[in-house]
């Protein structure tokens, strides 16, 4: 990792503990040695079947060493069973299945993941992470085959490729740590919520770094997977060669991953239009790959419904060009200048998204009525939605980066803004994506 990384934070260890010990209420799972507190006490005995009623013993109490050091769970994740899993996923996921077939089968990528360094503890957060949450699981199993299909796509040698598997594998290990609640996409994602969501991928690297196995580029790429070439990700806003290679890779993971999920419409045509509105985003070379991987497996429009795509695009148009005109208007202090520039830079970026897709108001003009059939409504529709969520992001960034004192409020003409941003998200974003006031994209469905 980088000198510049912000200190990880220590892991909470009362929802972890929560995950494990309901855990054994489904399977076994048995203190292998006896578990001691901070002042050498012994709190449970060697051979003890841990659940739910050893809660309260194991939070009330400051641990001597990590809890996975001192627990098994038979049949705990393998290697093999890994390359199972992976073999059984390309089987029911034509993105996946489009991935291997794209490696000529992908047997070489399935022995990859029997290959993975995979330390007892690491096994034992994966099967925990397996039995209690599918969902989570489902993402790691197609984030290791997604990493690796890019690692062989971008010719790097067998040992990256297994190194960036293992990272797609393990990215997300950190949210076992945090709330469990923060996983529920009914919930809104509040400023504070979000400010914890931005902290799994220093919890992540802070629990596998305990681990010789994996190299630091392997910590750095972890850490830098919701980072963005344009410095709009987290949780350090780095910017172009910044990242590292490797992070680029899991960066592009995560999107990908994230849009073609199960239950998504039309994710194949919607990751496409993602990659062209955010091409300052992603490393182009990645993008490419991804965009030839999609070209046939493209879904035609799904149906307009009933908003007004035109008049709010032409709406984000107008707000994405007039933050810097808003600002000046407030005559704020030199000491927001740079923040100012920095979001003003940002909603450049977005206009230029939206030109490249054909959506501003003058290219909308001259398509006239060319976008009145079935067809272009519906993409018109997928590209308003597009642009709510750079909209979302530049505003979540302008909130961020302004660092605001608790009692402190926008200045009116700002303030203005937000709320006009607000309501046009509303329109096109479910509940909690448009509430999802700052923070990375990825977690919520797009």
Request: aromatic fraction near 4%; hydrophobic fraction near 45%; glycine fraction near 8%.
């Amino acid at each position: 990792m980088s000198p510049q990384s912000p200190p990880s934070p220590p892991p909470d260890a009362r929802h972890f503990a929560r995950a494990v010990t309901e855990l054994g209420g489904k399977r076994p799972v048995v203190a292998r040695s006896a578990i001691y507190n901070a002042q050498g006490l012994k709190i449970i005995d060697k051979g003890v079947a841990i659940d739910a009623r050893l809660y309260d013993r194991l939070t009330q109490h400051q641990l001597k060493a990590p809890l996975e050091d001192s627990l098994d769970s038979d049949p705990a994740i393998s290697g093999a069973g890994l390359r199972d899993a992976a073999s059984a996923l390309v089987a029911r996921d034509r993105f996946c299945a489009a991935m291997a077939a794209d490696l000529g089968g992908g047997q070489a990528l399935f022995e990859e993941f029997s290959m993975l360094p995979l330390p007892r503890q690491v096994a034992f957060h994966l099967t925990v992470l397996r039995e209690m949450q599918p969902a989570l699981w489902q993402h790691a199993l197609r984030s290791a085959l997604t990493a690796g299909w890019l690692a062989a796509r971008s010719a790097l040698p067998r040992y990256d490729q297994r190194l960036l598997v293992a990272g797609g594998l393990l990215h997300d290990l950190g949210m076992l740590h945090l709330d469990p609640v923060l996983l529920r996409p009914q919930v809104p994602l509040t400023r504070e919520r979000r400010r914890q969501l931005d902290t799994h991928p220093l919890v992540t690297v802070m629990l596998l770094e305990r681990h010789h196995e994996y190299p630091q580029a392997l910590l750095r790429a972890v850490l830098e997977h919701h980072e963005a070439l344009d410095g709009s990700g987290y949780p350090r806003h780095i910017v172009g060669a910044a990242i590292s290679r490797w992070g680029r890779v899991l960066a592009m993971t995560e999107l990908v991953t994230a849009m073609t999920a199960d239950g998504r419409e039309a994710p194949a045509l919607r990751l496409s239009l993602a990659l062209r509105m955010t091409a300052a985003r992603y490393d182009p070379a990645l993008a490419r790959e991804v965009m030839r991987l999609l070209a046939p497996l493209r879904e035609p429009p799904p149906a307009a419904g009933s908003g007004d795509a035109r008049g709010d695009l032409r709406q984000i148009e107008r707000l994405l060009g007039g933050w810097r005109a808003a600002a000046a208007a407030e005559g704020l202090s030199t000491a927001r200048e740079a923040t100012v520039e920095r979001v003003a830079e940002l909603c450049d970026g977005a206009l230029k998204a939206l030109t490249a897709s054909g959506a501003t108001v003058a290219q909308l003009a001259m398509l006239g009525d060319a976008a009145a059939d079935d067809e272009g409504a519906g993409e018109l529709a997928l590209i308003a939605r597009e642009a709510a969520w750079q909209l979302r992001a530049v505003a979540r960034q302008a909130r961020r980066r302004w660092q605001r004192a608790a009692d402190e409020a926008f200045p009116p003409l700002l303030q203005g803004w937000h709320d006009e941003v607000d309501a046009v998200c509303a329109r096109w974003l479910s509940r909690s994506e448009a509430a999802a006031g700052e923070g990375a994209d990825a977690e919520a469905p797009r």
